[in-house]
């Protein structure tokens, strides 16, 4: 294999990859011989839960790629982006960007801080792709949704 990957990063990668499979594989094998009932941790959902986890912690500090998360649960990206989806049925990326839509929410309902600094705050580097993210999730910018909240709510008081 040495011969085949030179870069002590490429054959890390396919050994990684090697052993999730091969580690996936003997899972199956072993709830398939003992009903189906996976040991603690082992199940797709608990993967996925401990994604969804990290997701929650990190994702309006930290940068975060699938590749990241993989590396960091210790399985291949295409592996871990097929189980999420189907335990969610949404994206990692999703999951993602809908985490710090939720920041952003909180953001603009409980400080007057500048879009361009929520933007940062909730994860989002560029203040125009948050936008872009936010009204695609919401139907509505920033300061609209900030707008209509503070509209509500001084009908109401």
């Known amino acids: 294999s040495e011969n085949?990957?030179?870069?002590?990063?490429?054959?890390?990668?396919?050994?990684?990859?090697?052993?999730?499979?091969?580690?996936?594989?003997?899972?199956?094998?072993?709830?398939?011989?003992?009903?189906?009932?996976?040991?603690?941790?082992?199940?797709?959902?608990?993967?996925?839960?401990k994604v969804r986890e990290y997701i929650r912690l990190h994702a309006c500090t930290e940068k975060i790629s699938i590749a990241e998360l993989a590396a960091r649960h210790h399985y291949?990206?295409?592996?871990?982006?097929?189980?999420?989806?189907?335990?969610?049925?949404?994206?990692?990326?999703?999951?993602?960007?809908?985490?710090?839509?939720?920041?952003?929410?909180?953001?603009?309902?409980?400080?007057?801080?500048?879009?361009?600094t929520i933007a940062q705050l909730s994860g989002f580097g560029d203040p125009k792709y948050f936008m872009k993210v936010f009204k695609k999730h919401t139907n509505v910018t920033p300061t609209e949704y900030r707008y209509a909240y503070y509209h509500i709510h001084e009908k109401n008081h």
């Open 76 to 116: 291949h990206a295409g592996y871990l982006s097929e189980i999420f989806h189907k335990d969610t049925g949404m994206t990692i990326i999703s999951c993602i960007q809908n985490t710090r839509i939720e920041e952003a929410k909180k953001l603009l309902l409980t400080s007057d801080a500048h879009v361009d």
């Open 4 to 49: 085949k990957y030179p870069s002590p990063s490429s054959r890390e990668y396919i050994c990684n990859a090697y052993t999730t499979i091969i580690i996936h594989e003997l899972c199956q094998e072993w709830m398939r011989q003992n009903g189906n009932t996976a040991p603690s941790g082992i199940t797709s959902s608990g993967i996925v839960e």
